[in-house]
């Protein structure tokens, strides 16, 4: 029997396998995907474009979002201090605060 060898060394019979460098591999769905590289690369790239996918849909979504609730508050704003403006045109006793006097405006003369 062949004398025994510690675990650490390795076997000088056996032959490395390099890995295959990008390029070379062919997949079972011919050279089309080949220019993509390996497993991991195609894997890699299948999880940016759907990980890049939620993010814009997401955004989409936010922006849709904000949109319509800003030109809601703009808008309830405008019908409010329009109704305050109806309010102050229709009493009769202006005061502090209120819609001025019809009281014509004298040019200054300087």
């Known amino acids: 029997m062949a004398a025994e060898r510690p675990r650490s060394q390795p076997d000088p019979q056996r032959r490395r396998q390099p890995w295959p460098r990008l390029g070379q591999v062919r997949g079972r769905l011919g050279t089309g995907l080949t220019w993509l590289g390996t497993v991991r690369v195609r894997t890699t790239v299948a999880a940016v474009v759907v990980v890049g996918l939620a993010m ?6 936010l922006v849709a979002v904000l949109h319509d609730n800003l030109t809601r508050e703009v808008r309830t704003a405008a019908r409010l201090q329009g109704q305050d403006v109806a309010a102050v045109l229709a009493s009769s006793t202006p005061g502090p605060g209120r819609w001025p006097s019809t009281t014509p405006a004298t040019p200054t003369s300087s």
């Not at 814009?56 to 979504?61: P, Q, S, T």
Request: proline share 0%; net charge neutral; no cysteine.
């Open 56 to 61: 814009a849909v997401g955004a989409l979504v």
